[in-house]
């Protein structure tokens, strides 16, 4: 089966262990969230995964090949993330004849329509790109790579919100029409809910949760109502966590959602970015 395995990976700076011995297999042909607070390891392991970095410990698989210092292997991923390492001077028109160079299947008609899409000025160099045109930028390369495996590394950094869903919108479309591995590493949670497919947390550089979405969201539920009628009515159960505002609690709880609820509580689904939040809280 194609996929990327990532075997006892561990990686500390200093006294700080960023990745702490994360086992986790990435199948093809499938739309991943690796969610977690700022410095919770994200961006470290796929350095890793990608061989900017290497790991203390461990190993990265492509396709059952070692990754590090594989080119073969390394051809088959993307990563796009904070840093741009085209030369800063480059015309984007530019970079997108280049890119084809290092990856043949990429795609500079495709790429040129998002641009127009984008509204991303194709002759300008990238030094001079704004913060949202540069992740605009970043994200077409990513779109138009056509390779097997691509990672996203908060991807939407300073786009606003029509261009974050437009965002969304192509990659959804682009994964119908040319199925790959996407992986979109972000701590907004909300916005990927509907896209993805199978969700990772990560906190403190451990995983903590790899399943599928549906599968995770189904384990629980959320009850509100009155404070006093809700503590009555939680007492014993497996809470995860609760919220207050005034007189108002939620609790989200773990275990099968209940039909005969007492009068005055509401009872819906887990949230993501609640389940989200109360999953990673110290």
């Known amino acids: 089966m194609n996929c990327i395995e990532i075997k006892n990976i561990t990686k500390n700076f200093g006294k700080t262990c960023a990745v702490d011995n994360v086992n986790i297999k990435f199948d093809e042909n499938k739309i991943y969230g690796l969610l977690g607070r700022n410095g919770a390891g994200k961006s470290t392991l796929l350095n890793i995964i990608t061989n900017r970095i290497f790991a203390d410990s461990g190993e990265v698989l492509v396709d059952g090949a070692i990754a590090r210092e594989n080119d073969e292997a390394l051809q088959k991923i993307y990563l796009m993330s904070e840093k741009t390492y085209y030369p800063e001077t480059m015309k984007v028109k530019d970079v997108f004849k280049w890119t084809k160079t290092f990856y043949p299947n990429f795609d500079v008609e495709y790429a040129q329509k998002l641009a127009e899409k984008f509204e991303l000025n194709t002759n300008k160099a990238i030094k001079s790109l ?44 682009k994964y119908s029409e040319n199925p790959s591995c996407f992986v979109i590493s972000t701590h907004l949670i909300e916005e990927v809910s509907n896209v993805i497919e199978d969700v990772v947390i990560i906190k403190n550089g451990r995983i903590i949760k790899n399943e599928s979405c549906e599968s995770l969201l189904s384990k629980g539920y959320t009850v509100s109502g009155n404070a006093a009628l809700v503590d009555s009515f939680i007492a014993g159960k497996n809470i995860l966590g609760t919220d207050s505002l005034g007189g108002l609690k939620s609790a989200y709880i773990i275990g099968t959602m209940q039909s005969d609820m007492p009068q005055g509580l509401e009872i819906s689904k887990l949230d993501l970015q609640k389940l989200f939040i109360q999953l990673t809280n110290s």
């Open 130 to 173: 704004s913060t949202g045109f540069s992740s605009i930028f970043k994200l077409i390369v990513a779109l138009s790579v056509n390779t097997p495996y691509v990672f996203l590394d908060e991807p939407v950094l300073g786009l606003d919100a029509n261009n974050r869903d437009l965002f969304y919108r192509l990659l959804i479309e």
